[in-house]
């Protein structure tokens, strides 16, 4: 099994402030997904990284994939308040197959 | 905006008990998987299902599970003997190609 692991767990800020999240592994992945989950509902689909060392960006969150496609970062620059959620990192070795996903980092921004 | 669609979004059974969720999936969708989430744990992989077929499974999707697409629609988990362990949100998911999943929002199954 290989396992992701994302750090920190919990992260809490000031809105304006800017965060990054890791997702680590010691196995290299055909490609890495970040997901968005709140309370009660199912994690929803922010971006897939596929080609090691890229980089995607969607309005003030940019998304890294390691050079060797083990790990992944999230870096949200000004953070707001509608930004609190849970997010899920999950790798897949297949284009099409199951997901290994990561326990999560809790973000909260205050205002 | 598509969606994957689950019912019940609730369920409470008894020990012992059959349960069946249910899922739609998005229409031109080809892969189809179940996960479940046990309060404050990971996401967790259960099983996938291509061309009418179990394409994979893990080590919790065991004999008391099974899935179906009986209408070319619906997409069905049936646990068979439910147990106490088994309540946890159970998520549908599919996917067109890879770029990515579509989840549903889940079912939360407890099993009292």
């Known amino acids: 099994t290989q396992l992701l692991e994302q750090s920190p767990q919990f992260l809490s800020i000031q809105e304006g402030e800017n965060l990054t999240v890791y997702c680590n592994s010691s196995?290299?992945?055909?490609?890495l997904q970040w997901y968005r989950q709140e309370p009660g509902e199912g994690p929803v689909l922010l971006v897939t990284?596929?080609?090691?060392?890229e980089v995607k960006k969607l309005k003030r969150l940019t998304f890294q994939f390691g050079d060797a496609r083990k790990d992944s970062s999230l870096h949200i620059t000004a953070a707001q308040p509608g930004d609190t959620g849970l997010y899920l990192c999950?790798?897949?070795?297949?284009?099409?197959?199951?997901?290994?996903f990561g326990a999560g980092t809790q973000v909260v921004v205050t205002p | 905006e598509p969606e994957v669609t689950q019912t019940p979004s609730h369920q409470v059974t008894q020990m012992g008990q059959e349960v069946i969720l249910r899922c739609v999936p998005i229409?031109?969708?080809?892969?189809f998987y179940w996960y479940r989430q046990i309060l404050g744990q990971k996401v967790e992989f259960l099983v996938s299902f291509y061309n009418n077929e179990i394409s994979e499974k893990s080590e919790i999707f065991d004999d008391q599970f099974s899935v179906e697409r009986p209408d070319g629609s619906n997409f069905t988990l049936k646990i068979r003997s439910t147990k106490l362990e088994d309540s946890a949100m159970y998520f549908c998911?599919?996917?067109?190609?890879?770029?990515?999943?579509?989840f549903g929002s889940g079912t939360r199954l407890t099993v009292v």
């Open positions: 196995s290299v992945f055909s490609s």
């Open positions: 999950a790798g897949a070795t297949d284009s099409w197959g199951k997901l290994q």
């Open positions: 998911a599919s996917q067109r190609d890879a770029e990515g999943y579509t």
């Open positions: 990284v596929v080609t090691g060392g």
């Open positions: 229409s031109n969708h080809l892969y």
